[in-house]
């Protein structure tokens, strides 16, 4: 045997034995689904300390379309993080899009379809010229980013005067509060409805997609993926002109629900956006940013959070508990990279120790004489 054929047998040898005997074990690990387990354990504990309001319908049916704002906020993050790229304007783009479609039906007197087509447009202006300041001008995506929801906040602010901007068109709450009923008081509204379709196309794109493996490869090794072809600034610039129509959309959403235009409202989501990505990144996918992972935990963190409240914690326990949530999130990711690591350098030095045993052991067939001595039976020294 050829010494590639040894090598080829040992790694296949290698490969085998963790598909076959490990698979459903490191699926169902807790570094693989930890957010699952913390979910379990968190509902255990509040069902059994307030079972009356945890468990009834309208605290779920509440949260779930309380938390699909801040899963469109965070996707919104997710986006350009794919390719390397920090948006920390999210919650100012959110908020402008609050003002945004909320002046355009009552100062303009536009009807709510076109203001909100509109206020998506601008979404995606936003994204290009942020892309533009990134790409074009060799500014770091943090700079960039945080010196755009500077200019946004006081857009807003201009815009809104630092008021509440009331008397929105006839059908525009409807846009938020309708859905589909389900029986009871349980009902699927429209926003956590299109919260699912966004999440299923953004997972469809990155997972299974020509496109969605680019992105990857251009936020994992931006110099390698352009040497391969890969036209990383464009990428750079569609994720966050995406990215910007992902929260113009959580924006009119958000004015629907409220039925005005609130200048508060907007900046308060990248905390909670960013936790639930990076959270999201130690799930299902080991240390990668992507879409369903970043969903779950956005849930996990709401019901920890929900729990808290209904026990008469303070409105900054939110606050509080989405920084700690952020930090050891952050933390998890840098460790399960780091351990993914070490497992990649163990399996390779174990890998090289085996081809190198099974070819000594195939030159000792060969010519016993030439065979290190360990390796020699007693009547050949």
Known sequence: MKTTEAIATATEDTKATPRSAGGWRRILSFRNISALYIFVAIFVLFSIITPKTF?????????????????LAALAVLIPLNVAVFNLAIGAEVGFAVILVAV????????????????LACGALIGTISGLIITRLKIDSFIATLGMSSLLTAGLVLMSGQRQVLGL???FRDFATGGIPLGGTFKLTWPFIIMIVVALV???????TPLGRRMYA???????ARLSGVKVARLQIGSLVAGGIVAALAGTLLASRINAGDPTVGPNLLLPALTAVFLGSTQFKGGRFNVWGTVVSVYVLAVGVKGLQLLGATDWVENAFNGVALLGAVAL??????????????????????ARTELAEQQAAADPTSAPAELRKPDQE
């Open 55 to 71: 468990l009834s319908p309208g605290t779920w049916v509440l949260l779930l379309d309380e938390q699909t704002i801040t899963v």
């Open 104 to 119: 355009l039906q009552v100062n303009l007197q536009l009807p709510w379809p076109l203001a909100v087509v509109l206020a």
């Open 169 to 171: 068109g006839a059908g």
């Open 202 to 208: 953004l997972w469809y794109v990155m997972e299974k």
């Open 218 to 224: 251009a936020g994992f090794n931006p110099d390698g």
């Open 333 to 354: 990711s840098r460790w399960e990279r780091t351990s993914k690591r070490t497992a990649a350098i163990k399996r390779a030095t174990t890998f090289g120790r085996r």
